[in-house]
T-cell receptor, first 114, second 109 residues
């Protein structure tokens, strides 16, 4: 079985640009969450989607947006990039939305903003 | 919201035992997770505790005390491959996993 897949693995952008990151969950999983991990810190929650609807949003500016498609894959968009957006962006797949569901993480997209 | 605290770094010797502590303050408790993350890789699930007590899984064990807001991860018979960051996390609010900053464990030969 394929795990959580994310693309691209690495990305370099300049300030002010826009970026789209993609995630495909584990087959059969209907919920996807996005996390940002700055070097030396734990992951920070950005969004959760379940059945194409937003079910949770973390403390991130409106420059961050996401969506989920009918096949449960998801995209994270970041507009007007800042240097501080440089981080590892992790996508996590969850079977449903129970609080105790463990997360299955993809390998992440390493975004560098210059 | 909540606050999760864990030590930044720990060092131990191959074959030894190490205990990584985590304290948390939550508005509502939905269990406590431990994840392992090797450099440049995704976090991988180690354990989940929702009731008080010790849960053992091979060389790794996790303990929870809800009254004290305290958990620890115990690693026995340390191996070089155990060098990684260990993340303590709790779903608070539900469906939003809040992580500590991670404890970087270095295992020395």
């Amino acid at each position: 079985d394929a795990g959580v897949t994310q693309s691209p693995t690495h990305l370099i952008k300049t300030r002010g640009q826009q970026v789209t990151l993609r995630c495909s969950p584990i087959s059969g999983h209907k919920s996807v969450s996005w996390y940002q991990q700055v070097l030396g810190q734990g992951p920070q929650f950005i969004f959760q989607y379940y059945e194409k609807e937003e079910r949770g949003r973390g403390n991130f500016p409106d420059r961050f947006s996401a969506r989920q498609f009918p096949n449960y894959s998801s995209e994270l968009n970041v507009n007007a990039l800042l240097l501080g957006d440089s981080a590892l962006y992790l996508c996590a797949s969850i079977p449903s939305t129970g609080a105790s569901e463990k997360l299955f993480f993809g390998s992440g997209t390493q975004l560098s903003v210059l | 919201g909540q606050n999760i605290d864990q030590p930044t770094e720990m060092t131990a010797t191959e074959g030894a035992i190490v205990q990584i502590n985590c304290t948390y303050q939550t508005s509502g408790f939905n269990g406590l997770f431990w994840y392992q993350q090797h450099a440049g890789e995704a976090p991988t699930f180690l354990s989940y505790n929702v009731l008080d007590g010790l849960e053992e899984k091979g060389r790794f064990s996790s303990f929870l005390s809800r009254s004290k807001g305290y958990s620890y991860l115990l690693l026995k018979e340390l191996q070089m491959k155990d060098s990684a960051s260990y993340l303590c996390a709790s779903p608070d609010p539900p469906r939003q996993l809040t992580f500590g900053s991670g404890t970087q464990l270095t295992v020395l030969p």
